[in-house]
């Protein structure tokens, strides 16, 4: 992903408001989506802190967006398998693992995570983060999981 501009002053500005946990979810979300919705933004490169590692993304996409004004998407979700991760020597499975976020977060507290992504633009965005933060004990499988074992037609998502 090689983008020409990052976030501005405004974006900045937003995320230093959306990051402010004692403000209710849904009225951070309302301040942004007038302005700063993702699906009202031209491609924009970022990176930023992300529990303890570096995160690449593109305030375009949807995940990424969250990440950037959020810390986070579904950060309740993440905490939870956080929670459950009593043990350092579990092995988890990320399924549909898209641009790595869960993947990323996972790697901190599983021995091991299984990360299944088909569609290869994402996978590289996925394989990309574990690079840029050395994690080893990610490893990515090239293709989806289903009920049988077949081939089928990989229709692009929007």
Not at 33 to 53: D, N, V, Y
Not at 84 to 104: E, F, K, M, T, W
Not at 148 to 158: M, T
């Given at each position: ?7 501005n002053w405004?974006?900045?500005g ?5 990051r ?5 979810r849904?009225l ?12 009202k ?9 992300f529990?303890g ?5 593109d305030?375009?996409?949807h995940?990424?967006w969250?990440?950037?004004f ?8 993440l905490q939870?398998l956080k929670?459950i991760a009593?043990?350092r020597?579990q092995?988890?499975?990320?399924i549909?693992?898209?641009?790595g976020?869960h993947s ?6 599983y021995?091991?995570?299984h990360?299944?992504?088909p569609f290869h633009p994402?996978r590289?965005l996925l394989e990309?983060k574990?690079?840029l933060n ?10 989806g999981?289903g009920?049988?074992?077949?081939n089928?037609?990989f229709?692009v998502?929007?």
């Amino acid at each position: 992903m090689t983008l020409k501009h990052g976030p501005n002053w405004f974006h900045h500005g937003l995320q230093a408001i959306t990051r402010q946990n004692w403000i209710r979810r849904g009225l951070r979300y309302r301040l942004l989506r007038p302005t700063a919705h993702w699906t009202k933004l031209r491609p924009c490169a970022f990176e930023c802190s992300f529990f303890g590692h570096r995160y690449r993304g593109d305030l375009s996409n949807h995940i990424d967006w969250h990440v950037f004004f959020f810390g986070a998407y579904e950060l309740d979700e993440l905490q939870f398998l956080k929670k459950i991760a009593n043990y350092r020597n579990q092995v988890i499975l990320d399924i549909g693992a898209n641009v790595g976020q869960h993947s990323l977060f996972l790697s901190e507290h599983y021995k091991q995570v299984h990360a299944f992504e088909p569609f290869h633009p994402v996978r590289c965005l996925l394989e990309e983060k574990l690079a840029l933060n050395n994690v080893e004990n990610v490893s990515v499988h090239p293709f989806g999981l289903g009920e049988v074992q077949e081939n089928g037609i990989f229709f692009v998502p929007p």
